[in-house]
């Protein structure tokens, strides 16, 4: 499923005749039709090259704004549970700080601050999203930290930044990255969340949640409009969690 829309992202100049900004105004709110597979808008743009097209932003958005809180997360999470001590309750008071105020009021007050676009969303991500990989790794780490191959390599007198990369980090890995694409699913969710509210990717550049809210006005007469680009997102976030449950099977048996 996620190969699947993967390559409709990528190869979609070669799926579609149309581009995403073509408007014809003389074939405004079409439906479904050999000519425009889903219908055009209420612009006359082609619904079906929207969509595929849209799926480039978001899934492009999605991956870049997690590299920063995913490699910040694991970092920072198994300092914590490596170390402990001090260095557990700096780390922690960070987390404990973000979780006491709601996720996306944080998303909202950040992307207003800085500006409508990709960067206010990975500005926004980069401060909050590596929270949830803080928290599940240093639990695993100060769980790592107890058992003998870790003391084996101190007796050996492996310097502790060593141990942690080249020993912790591969224990923790698999953990990390089956949490990965979760919050992968949830981010996705936040992209559409602010295109949806007009404070994330700005038009004309396709977006599913600004297809989402476009369509809003129409949803009584034109239900597709809102609706495909509403799957599109569901579909995406089931493909996610399938993903990451396979690694975690796989791992698990390994």
């Known amino acids: 499923m996620f190969a699947l829309l993967i390559g409709i992202a990528v190869f979609a100049p070669v799926i579609s005749p149309y581009q995403p900004s073509d408007q014809n105004i003389s074939a405004t709110l079409q439906p479904p039709s050999f000519e425009h597979w889903l219908g055009t808008d209420q612009l006359g743009r082609d619904l079906f090259t929207r969509l595929i097209y849209a799926a480039r932003t978001d899934l492009k958005i999605m991956v870049l704004a997690e590299i ?49 676009g990709e960067q206010g969303i990975y500005i926004t991500f980069a401060l909050v999203g590596w929270i949830v990989y803080a928290r599940v790794v240093k639990g695993l780490s100060a769980s790592f930290r107890k058992q003998e191959w870790i003391a084996a390599a101190k007796t050996l007198g492996i310097p502790n930044i060593k141990i942690i990369l080249r020993h912790l980090l591969p224990n923790v890995l698999p953990q ?37 809210s476009d369509g809003q006005p129409f949803i009584s007469t034109k239900w597709w409009l809102s609706a495909i680009p509403g799957f599109a997102v569901v579909y995406t976030g089931i493909a996610l969690s399938l993903v990451g449950d396979g690694l975690a099977d796989i791992w698990r048996r390994k």
């Open 68 to 116: 920063i809180p995913f490699c910040m997360g694991v970092f920072l999470g198994m300092l914590a549970g490596y170390y402990g001590k001090w260095v557990d309750t700096v780390i922690t008071l960070l987390t404990d700080t973000f979780i006491a105020f709601p996720f996306y009021l944080i998303v909202i007050i950040v992307a207003f601050a800085s500006g409508t």
């Open 176 to 212: 990390a990255v089956v949490v990965l694409m979760t919050d992968m699913a949830v981010l996705l969710v936040a992209i559409v969340t602010l295109g949806y509210l007009g404070i994330g990717i700005a038009p004309p550049t396709p977006d599913w949640g600004t297809m989402i």
